[in-house]
């Protein structure tokens, strides 16, 4: 299955004018996607399904550079907190906690999550759905399955996308997200919408790219799926006692707060911990000299999204900022 542009001819004034644009895939990646057909229809998606969503595909050269040529981060954990927990975001994250507020505490009493989370999370991941990516998600995963490099994981992400679209959640050429196939105001890859996606306003279709409802009941739905706790918060800033035992600050070493009391750890300006004995971690994001945090449950959730200590740390953060905590 060889795609060929057709041939334009321009005839004027006597002049023949002819433009041509002959553009062929490789033949291994149409037999390729041959077999894609095959396994997804075995799997129940529709030939009709099939026939809309692979039209057109074809490796996408852009995806394979950004996928290769991810830079090392060399950005500190406190540069990342002032680009990511900015003055504007957290102005921005209380007009859209006051401008969504009903549907918001709606959400978060149905699914035990405190709004500010769902807004805070809404915020970091598409600056409050504004960038949500321009990939169409389908050729952005073709493209990253055929390459080999991480074929299965996503041939399988590939293989869920094709299922979103047999459910009619989104129409093919609206399926957009990001270079790694992340979707929609959440950025949910396809395994995490199907898993997670929520149809709140209960019009048939979850829909994470323009209905706000269904953004914040999924994404409610997500943390309460990995065991988020709406009785408490995610953590706080803490100082560190003159010779704390590095070893100690570690997601593998639980401690209740007032163990951590007793060792010498104290809230960020000095004053004793709360007496609430909930399980508790101490985590150093940063380098040395930076911000140390301890950590709970909710905390852990966080990572379930993004296993990024950084990420996590913000999302807390800016939720706190954003409640004026």
């Known amino acids: 299955m060889i795609r060929h542009a057709l041939a334009a001819a321009l005839i004027a004034g006597g002049l023949t004018v002819t433009t041509q644009a002959q553009a062929q895939t490789d033949p291994k990646f149409d037999a390729w996607l041959d077999g894609v057909r095959a396994e997804a229809q075995a799997k129940g998606v529709s030939p009709a399904t099939l026939d809309k969503a692979l039209a057109g595909v074809e490796p996408i050269p852009r995806i394979i550079e950004l996928d290769r040529n991810q830079p090392e981060t060399t950005i500190t954990f406190s540069q990342y907190l002032e680009r ?29 999550v405190q709004p500010r989370f769902i807004v805070a999370l809404w915020g970091i991941e598409t600056n409050f759905g504004q960038f949500t990516g321009g990939f169409p998600v389908i050729s952005a995963l073709a493209t990253l399955a055929y390459d080999g490099r991480r074929s299965q994981f996503f041939r399988d992400e590939l293989m869920n996308a094709l299922q979103i679209l047999e459910e009619g959640h989104i129409a093919p050429e609206e399926m957009k997200g990001s270079w790694a196939g992340a979707m929609g105001q959440s950025q949910f890859m396809p395994s995490s919408f199907l898993r997670f996606a929520h149809d709140y306003d209960g019009d048939g279709a979850k829909d994470i790219w323009n209905t706000q409802a ?20 995610w953590g706080r800033e803490v100082r560190l006692p003159d010779g704390f035992d590095p070893e100690l600050a570690s997601l593998d ?5 007032p163990e951590w009391q007793a060792l010498g750890v104290r809230r960020a300006d000095g004053s ?27 905390y ?3 990572l379930r999204w993004n296993r990024s200590h950084y990420f996590a740390t913000a999302v807390g953060l800016l939720s706190d900022r954003i409640a004026y905590r």
């Open 300 to 302: 852990r959730s966080t």
């Open 84 to 112: 990511i927990v900015s003055p504007t975001r957290i102005r921005v994250g209380r007009q859209k906690l006051a401008e969504h507020r009903e549907i918001l505490e709606k959400v978060g009493a149905e699914f035990g």
């Open 214 to 233: 269904d953004v914040f009941a999924s994404a409610a739905n997500y943390l309460k799926g990995v065991g988020w706790n709406d009785d408490i918060t």
């Open 272 to 298: 004793n911990l709360p007496t609430r004995a909930l399980d508790a971690s101490i985590v150093m994001p940063g380098k040395p000299g930076e911000p140390v945090f301890m950590i709970y449950g909710n």
């Open 253 to 257: 070493v639980v401690k209740t707060i």
